[in-house]
């Protein structure tokens, strides 16, 4: 912690006096630098400020330490701060009110950074990242006027890129993922129109419904046994093809004659689709409440 301080310290009146810089050096009482603010023309462009905090860990309980608080620079924009930031601070609220416009890179007290974002007029706008105790990039996107907007990335410890789209979400908002609901669904529509035009044509309507149906119900028994692996894969094109069932089916025992299929088929696939429909409803959300759950207690 020391060490980390008077190397920041040390970096930081470098670059002071190798641009011939006029500073002002205010001390603890102890000797040890407590602000130090870069003067250009009478005017404060840059600060930096280091603090004396009582250590929570367990192992050195009443033990002050002596870290950094926050440094910025007026002409960058960016605020570096290691600490809450403090509305009685006056030196460090001089940077906001000299900089409607800047960014904040957020630490895990004086370790790796917690989060970064962008601030417009005060309010944050623009590109942001969050990430892990060991600074590794977890989470990045946008905000526009303090909404989450565009496509927003998570990165989980595997590697693995999930990217999600929002649309005015707030901070709780998780959005709607374009690889587990926007793609399968696109897919899912486009399979089922090619594969119905094509045998439509080829073999006739009623021939596509049947197997189209019996497709379909196969799929929910399979994926019973399946459903923990690629649950949340399919979870929305599942819907979407008992979805288009259903109405196909009431179509069909509406309009029976000109459809060349009986009433009774229709009604039974309609109500073997509302019912699937039903209990995965059920199965899914119970799963999702499942993972909260674990989440919850592992957090």
């Known amino acids: 912690m020391k060490r980390g301080c008077f190397l920041f310290s ?9 641009r011939g810089q006029d500073s002002i050096i205010k001390r603890f009482p102890d000797g040890r630098i407590e602000e130090i603010s870069v003067m250009v023309n009478g005017n404060i462009v840059k600060a930096s400020a280091y603090h004396l905090i009582r250590v929570r860990s367990t192992d050195t309980i009443g033990t002050i330490e002596y870290s950094p ?13 290691y600490w809450t930031i403090d509305d009685s601070d006056k030196l460090e609220m001089l940077f906001f009110k000299q900089c409607p416009n800047y960014t904040l890179k957020q630490h895990r ?16 706008d623009g590109k942001c990242s969050s990430y892990d105790e060991t600074g590794k990039l977890i989470v990045e996107g946008q905000y526009t006027n303090r909404k ?9 410890e595997k590697g693995n890129t999930e990217c999600v789209i929002m649309i005015n979400g707030s901070d709780n908002d998780y959005g709607i993922s374009i690889n587990y609901t926007i793609a399968p669904t696109l897919i899912a529509i486009i399979l089922t129109l090619f594969s119905g035009i094509f045998i439509s044509r080829r073999y006739g309507y009623k ?24 649950g949340q894969i399919v979870k929305y094109p599942l819907f979407l093809w008992l979805i288009v069932i259903f109405i196909l089916s009431m ?8 459809s060349k299929i009986k009433p009774g088929t229709s009604a039974i696939y309609a109500f073997l689709a509302f019912l699937m429909g039903v209990f995965y409803y059920v199965i ?6 499942a993972n909260a759950a674990s989440a919850a207690v592992l957090f």
């Open 148 to 156: 989450k907007t565009g496509v927003w990335k998570y990165y989980n």
């Open 284 to 289: 899914f959300d119970l799963s999702e409440m």
């Open 10 to 18: 040390l970096a930081f009146l470098f670059t002071i006096y190798s």
């Open 251 to 258: 179509v069909n025992f509406a309009l029976d004659e000109k």
């Open 207 to 230: 021939t596509f419904y049947i197997n189209f149906c019996r497709g379909v119900l196969i799929f929910c028994i399979i994926l019973l046994f399946i459903a923990r692996y690629i």
């Open 69 to 81: 608080k926050y440094s910025w620079d007026k002409q960058t924009k960016v605020i570096e701060s």
């Open 109 to 124: 007290g004086d370790g790796p950074l917690f989060f970064i974002e962008t601030y417009k007029n005060k309010i944050r």
